[in-house]
Structure formats: structure tokens, C-alpha cells
């Protein structure tokens, strides 16, 4: 197993399009997490699920967002309509429910809207 | 409101020297508390959790819950310790992680 795996690694788009990115969390983990880090700052925490569940979202998570999981495997981040401030590193990891497993991150997609 | 707050972005010392990477948080609960380091074109990694009471690579953090602390520290630095290190927290009950600023640790020779 590689660990968690994001693709793509970078995109660049331009303002108004929208984006998607994928994340494959580690085979055995039915927890995946979603979090965005801007420059200078550690990574802010998006939204969470527990299988296919989406139990958490946060409110930096607009109405311009939306995260799926549709068979508790991999997960889908979408941003409509990007915006300039939506330039970010964007992180996913997962963990196990069993236990307090700690959470595994990816390398991350980093987004940059022109 | 939880937070997590490292007072220095920037920390440099010699190598075979002692060093301390402060965290303090903000949180009613019993949180869980970590550290997390990203070396250069890595991804991140957890180095220590507070639960474990480890010594991981010769770091060491002790959850102080009257300070609301949890500093690293390591008695004799390496160069290998250069990096990015993000402490974090899990409130009580919950799954998400509420990350420091972070801090670049850079070991001189």
C-alpha cells in the first residue's frame, strides 16, 4: 500500500471553472478527511467520513463545495465557480475507526486559480 | 472555540544544541493532543501523540493541561530535524484535527 494518494497533484484553472479532485485513502481505512492549508498557515479542517457517511462539515466549507464518497472507498472534492481565494493546498487523509488511529495524509492537491 | 496556537514560525539552532518547540491551546475539553512534521517534499507525517507518551527520534512532549501546553523537545538536535512541524488537536469526541500555524525548525551545523 502507498498510503493515501490525491491526483491530481496540481491544477491550475481559471477563475469561474470548475474543479474536482480525487483522494484513495488507504485500503483498510473508512475514514477520510478533507482539509485545506493556505500559504503560512497549518491545514484548516473541510469535512469528514466515516464510510460513505458524511458526518462533519465545517463552515469553510461554502455552498460552492461539495464532497462525496459514494462507496466508502475513494472521495471526491468539487469547487464550483472557483474563486481566487479557493488557491490552496488541498489535503486528504484517512484512519482507521479501530481504536484512536491517527490520521495518514496524501501529498495533496495543490489548486491555483488564475 | 478550540485553537491552537505556535508562538515562533521560524526556530534555528545548532546542532547538538537543545531545542523546544512551543504549542499552547485553547480548548474547554479533554482534547488529544500531536505533532505532526513535514520534511522537505514529504508529506505530512505524525511524529508523537500524548497518549502514547513516546520518544519518537528523540522527541519527547508532555501535555502540561494547567499551561494548556504541549511543547516538544529534544535535548540535542540533528540536522535530519530540519523541518516543518504542525502541532494539533482532537477535541473530545470528535474526528477532525485543529492544527497549529507551525513552525520551520532549521538545525545549523
Known amino acids: 500500500d502507498t498510503g493515501v494518494s490525491q491526483d491530481p497533484r496540481h491544477k491550475i484553472t481559471k477563475r469561474g471553472q470548475n474543479v474536482t479532485f480525487r483522494c484513495d485513502p488507504i485500503?483498510?481505512?473508512?475514514?477520510l478527511y478533507w482539509y485545506r492549508q493556505t500559504l503560512g498557515q497549518g491545514p484548516e479542517f473541510l469535512t469528514y467520513?466515516?464510510?460513505?457517511?458524511?458526518?462533519?462539515k465545517s463552515r469553510l466549507l461554502s455552498d460552492r463545495f461539495s464532497a462525496e464518497r459514494p462507496k466508502g472507498s475513494f472521495s471526491t472534492l468539487e469547487i464550483q465557480r472557483t474563486e481566487q481565494g479557493d488557491s490552496a493546498m488541498y489535503l486528504c487523509a484517512s484512519s482507521s475507526s479501530d481504536g484512536n488511529q491517527p490520521q495518514h495524509f496524501g501529498d495533496g492537491t495543490r489548486l491555483s486559480i488564475l | 472555540a478550540q485553537r491552537v496556537t505556535q508562538p515562533e514560525k521560524l526556530l534555528s539552532v545548532f546542532k547538538g544544541a537543545p531545542v523546544e518547540l512551543k504549542c499552547n491551546y485553547s480548548?474547554?475539553?479533554?482534547?488529544?493532543l500531536f505533532w505532526y512534521v513535514q520534511y522537505s517534499r514529504q508529506r505530512l507525517q505524525l511524529l508523537l501523540r500524548h497518549i502514547s507518551r513516546e520518544s519518537i527520534k528523540g522527541f519527547t512532549a508532555d501535555l502540561n493541561k494547567g499551561e494548556t501546553s504541549f511543547h516538544l523537545k529534544k535535548p540535542f538536535a540533528q540536522e535530519e530535524d530540519s523541518a516543518m512541524y504542525y502541532c494539533a488537536l482532537s477535541p473530545q469526541g470528535a474526528q477532525k484535527l485543529v492544527f497549529g500555524q507551525g513552525t520551520r525548525l532549521t538545525i545549523n551545523p
Open positions: 480548548y474547554s475539553g479533554s482534547p488529544e
Open positions: 467520513f466515516q464510510n460513505e457517511a458524511q458526518l462533519e
Open positions: 485500503s483498510e481505512h473508512n475514514r
